[in-house]
């Protein structure tokens, strides 16, 4: 079964610093989404990555999938008490139609 | 559109007793998972549906769970007898066409079983 691992686990950053979460497969993938989640809420849909070397960006926040598909990460730029929270990472394991492979998720705190 | 819609939020009860969760999709997605959170597990999925069908039930942890989808805009999961190592935040998500577009998740149901 194919396995995420996300790091680091916790991150405290200065507002306004620069930051990079990564999350990293055991196997190949085939879809890789970002997710953030407040405490106590559901999860918000932040990008999807399929393709290698694929870059996407939504305001301040950059997601990226290497070439080989097997590993990805999420930069936030001048970052902003709005960013705190647990980001998770999930992996399509290739049928499109299966329920994704999460992380065990980065806590994000921003300290003012 | 609301959103998935989950209830209850809230849910706490005495270890033996039945419980059941619910959910409402969004309208037209024909998608639906079941996803239990732990500090220990993290986001484990437990079952999916596609066009009400339930199609891989292998993340249910025991016979004590069971998930039904009806119809289109409604599903439950039920654990009977519910035991304190179920508690958790189970969440209820949906989409179109599985995970190749993005899925919706609700806000959660939080289990407390004492």
């Known amino acids: 079964s194919q396995e995420l691992e996300q790091s680091p686990q916790s991150l405290i950053v200065q507002e306004g610093k620069n930051l990079t979460i990564n999350c990293t497969s055991s196997?190949?993938?085939?879809?890789l989404y970002w997710y953030k989640q407040k405490y106590g809420e559901g999860l918000i849909f932040l990008m999807m990555?399929?393709?290698?070397?694929e870059e996407k960006s939504h305001e301040k926040i950059t997601a990226k999938l290497d070439e080989k598909k097997q590993q990805s990460s999420l930069h936030i730029t001048a970052s902003q008490p709005s960013h705190a929270g647990i980001y998770l990472c999930?992996?399509?394991?290739?049928?499109?139609?299966?329920?994704?492979?999460f992380g065990k998720g980065t806590h994000l705190i921003i300290q003012p | 559109d609301a959103g998935v819609i989950q209830s209850p939020r809230h849910e706490v009860t005495e270890m033996g007793q039945e419980v059941t969760l619910r959910c409402k999709p969004i309208?037209?997605?024909?998608?639906l998972f079941w996803y239990r959170q732990t500090m220990m597990r993290g986001l484990e999925l437990l079952i999916y549906?596609?066009?009400?069908?339930?199609?891989?039930d292998s993340g249910m942890p025991e016979d004590r769970f069971s998930a039904k989808m009806p119809n289109a805009s409604f599903s439950t999961l039920k654990i009977q007898p519910s035991e304190p190592r179920d508690s958790a935040v189970y969440f209820c998500?949906?989409?179109?066409?599985?995970?190749?577009?993005?899925?919706?998740f609700g806000q959660g149901t939080r289990l407390t079983v004492v």
């Open positions: 196997k190949t993938l085939y879809g």
């Open positions: 990555l399929q393709k290698g070397g």
């Open positions: 999930g992996a399509d394991s290739g049928g499109g139609a299966d329920g994704l492979t």
């Open positions: 309208s037209g997605h024909n998608s």
């Open positions: 998500a949906s989409s179109t066409r599985g995970w190749s577009t993005e899925a919706f």
């Open positions: 549906f596609n066009n009400n069908v339930p199609i891989d």
